[in-house]
Structures are given as structure tokens and as C-alpha cells.
């Protein structure tokens, strides 16, 4: 089922008209007896076939729309890669040809990324259930980047530790800093040893199930709200406390990012779509969905803002903390 | 989000440093925060949290 927020019957007929369809896929899609008009907009019950059968440029245009409304899961969060070749996102990954052949023509592009919205249409056509965990698993790979600080014998140690520590963490980073410039020749190190112990603990892995700290919904705001913080809040698990926190503990800036300063993208109807963490120069700290196969990751700013429908309005909205906030108000239970 | 001259200034020196070292994996960030390298890799979720969220088709 496709759902079209808020269309009309007349603007859906004309997005349909817009499309590169063959005659039997225009019929059915234009037949209203095909479509349930409900309060929020309109639903379309899009057939297996039809589906399949989408040109690449149809499904890359007809997706972009579907991607803009929550309610279609696969089209709002879809699988994706960041790759030139399709083929990269397959590679090694020790699949089938035949069921490699059944996902890539059903592949779309989006930016810098390659995506895949038809996971349901492609799993009850393959029969072994250990390719069609291979699949998902594959299909889950995610592009991250390694990052690593390079600091010279002549670095200026007072100004890399002012901005690794954020204000606060120096006596923490400041011991490791100070040893490296004494190695000849400098050290190479991974940022991630310069990260809050929320990041350094979380970066490059995924959620348990049942973790050791309780977690149930962790999504890019619970990331971008705990990055800074000594311990975990749970309250940000609601989305209300979430909303409360951005009002409260945070102020709007215009200057340059630094390190923990959090983006929201924002929506045409006011609510955020996504949060990330800025890090240091365009590498940002981020968790793409709430979902387990998503895990935190260091992205460079234009990947992640490449997976979202460049025919979306998202306005980036740059946050950070005031000093001394409040905390946020403890919900009733 | 503004870009300020000292910003473009950085991207232009991370771009002209990734130009001209011919690398693909490893790009040089210069910034008050220091000199990054980064390099591109690939990460999949564990066994454990593949689902399987239909049965094969009868």
C-alpha cells in the first residue's frame, strides 16, 4: 500500500501522468477503484507486479514522493549504500547470483547512495532462509569513515585540546595529546579516542537487544542528545522529552559548528526528521534510524544529507547546548 | 548553516590536499581541530539482528 499525505485526487492523477508508465500500469494506477481516500490523504494499492515492473526512473521519481511520508516504512527509511557501482554493495558478500539479480534491478538512486524499498516484494522468492538472512545482512552494510588526527612535534597542543574537549573534557584528552607530539614524526591518532564516553563506547557497533543499560528506542535524537552527557537518559527514548530538551537546553547558533553541537534536519510541517552530531569539519556523529541494523557512525555531512529526497524541504537547524541548562522536566511515571 | 571564509577556506585547502594526493580513501580535513584523514570502509550488523520478517513463498 502507497500512502500519498494529504493529496487530492486531482494532484495524485497528475503525479501519476508525470511518470514514465506503460499503458497497462497508467490504467491501473489512475483507476480510482484502486485507491482508499482516507482523512490523511490517499492510499494506493500498488500490485507485486506493477511494483516490480517500474522503470528504474519511475521508482527513483515515485519513491522520492513516497519517502516524504512516514507511513511508508520501506520508502521513508529504506536500505542503503553509498557506492558508484551497485555492484559494491553485493561485493564478497557471498549471495547468490540469482538472488543478487532479483535486488538490483529493484535498486534506485538517491544522491551519492544507491537504495532498496522492496524488501517484502524479493524475500518470499527466495526459498533458503539462510540466503535471505545473508541478504538483509547485506543489505543492512552501511558506509562509515575512519577518522584519525594526525599530530605533529610543532601541533599546537593548547588549541587541538580547546576544541577536542569541548569545553570541558581537557583533563581528559589533554594527557593523551601531550604524548604524541614526543614520538618522531608525530602520531596518527583515531578520533575516536577523543570523543565523549557516550561516542567512544557506541561508534561502529549496533544495539543490542538487551543491553546492558536498559536501552529500548534509540534513534538519532536519543544519539544527539546523550553525546555529551556522563550517563545515559532515558527520557529521551520519549519523544516528548526529546521535544522538551531541544526547547530547554539548547539555543539556536549562527557560528561556526564545534565539536557536540547538534543539527536537526527540519520538515515543511515543523517536526525533525533526523539529528546528527557535528564532529570537525564535515565528519559528523550519527545514528540512522532507530532500528537495531542501524549503527553509530562517523558519515561525512554530504553522504548523509545525499540519502534524503532532494525534492523534500529540509531545513538544517544548528543547535547548542546552553551552559548550565536545566535539566529536562522528569516525565509523571 | 552559515559558511563563514575561514570555513570555505578549509574546505578549499581539503580539497585542493585531496586533489592533489590522488587518494580516494584518505582525504585531509585542516581545521582548528587539526588535520584529519579519513578513510572510507564498510560495516554490517551482526547475525544476531538479522531478522527475517517473511517466510518463503508456498
Not at chain 1, 487530492?8 to 497497462?24: I, N, R
Not at chain 1, 520508502?75 to 554493495?89: K, Q, V
Not at chain 1, 539479480?101 to 533458503?128: E, H, K, M, T
Request: hydrophobic share 40%.
Amino acid at each position: 500500500m502507497w500512502f500519498f499525505g494529504d493529496y487530492t485526487a486531482s494532484q495524485l492523477t497528475t503525479l501519476f501522468d508525470g511518470l514514465d508508465l506503460t499503458s497497462d500500469q497508467r490504467d491501473y494506477l489512475t483507476d480510482k477503484s484502486n485507491w482508499s481516500f482516507i482523512p490523511a490523504g490517499i492510499e494506493v494499492y500498488a500490485r507485486r507486479g506493477l511494483v516490480l515492473g517500474l522503470s528504474p526512473e519511475t521508482r527513483r521519481v515515485l519513491y522520492g514522493v513516497l519517502a516524504q511520508f512516514e507511513r511508508n516504512g520501506s520508502h521513508y527509511g529504506p536500505f542503503s549504500f553509498r557506492a558508484e557501482d551497485p555492484a559494491d554493495w553485493f561485493a564478497n558478500s557471498g549471495l547468490q547470483s540469482e538472488t543478487v539479480a532479483r535486488v538490483q534491478p529493484l535498486l534506485y538512486r538517491r544522491g551519492p547512495s544507491w537504495l532498496f524499498s522492496d524488501l517484502a516484494l524479493v524475500l518470499p522468492d527466495i526459498p533458503d532462509s539462510a540466503e535471505r538472512s545473508l541478504l538483509i545482512k547485506t543489505l543492512s552494510r552501511t558506509t562509515t569513515q575512519l577518522v584519525k588526527l594526525r599530530v605533529f612535534p610543532d601541533s599546537d597542543l593548547a588549541a587541538l585540546t580547546a576544541y577536542w574537549s569541548g569545553g570541558s573534557r581537557a583533563r581528559d584528552i589533554d594527557p593523551l595529546l601531550r604524548s604524541l607530539p614526543k614520538i618522531p614524526g608525530g602520531f596518527t591518532l583515531d578520533i575516536t579516542h577523543l570523543l565523549p564516553s557516550f561516542a567512544r563506547s557506541r561508534l561502529y557497533t549496533y544495539p543490542t537487544r538487551d543491553s546492558g543499560d536498559g536501552t529500548r528506542f534509540v534513534d538519532c535524537h536519543w544519539t544527539a542528545l546523550n553525546f555529551n552527557r556522563p550517563a545515559i537518559d532515558h527520557r529521551f527514548e520519549q519523544i516528548e522529552a526529546v521535544r522538551a530538551a531541544y526547547s530547554s537546553e539548547y539555543y539556536i547558533a549562527d557560528d561556526e559548528p564545534v565539536l557536540g553541537d547538534i543539527f536537526l534536519l527540519m520538515q515543511s510541517d515543523g517536526s525533525a526528521r533526523h539529528a546528527y552530531v557535528h564532529i570537525a569539519g564535515d565528519i559528523v556523529f550519527t545514528k540512522n534510524g532507530a532500528n537495531a541494523t542501524s549503527p553509530w557512525i562517523l558519515m561525512k555531512l554530504a553522504d548523509l544529507l545525499g540519502t534524503y529526497p532532494s525534492d523534500s524541504e529540509l531545513v538544517i537547524r544548528h543547535l547548542r547546548a546552553r551552559p548550565n541548562a536545566p535539566p529536562t522536566p522528569l516525565s509523571p511515571d | 548553516m552559515t559558511t563563514s571564509p575561514v570555513s570555505r577556506l578549509f574546505l578549499l585547502l581539503a580539497l585542493v590536499t585531496g586533489l592533489l594526493s590522488g587518494q580516494t580513501a584518505d582525504i585531509q580535513i585542516i581545521g582548528p581541530w587539526g588535520q584529519l584523514e579519513t578513510t572510507r570502509i564498510v560495516i554490517e550488523p551482526p547475525d544476531d539482528l538479522v531478522q527475517l520478517p517473511a517466510p518463503p513463498r508456498e
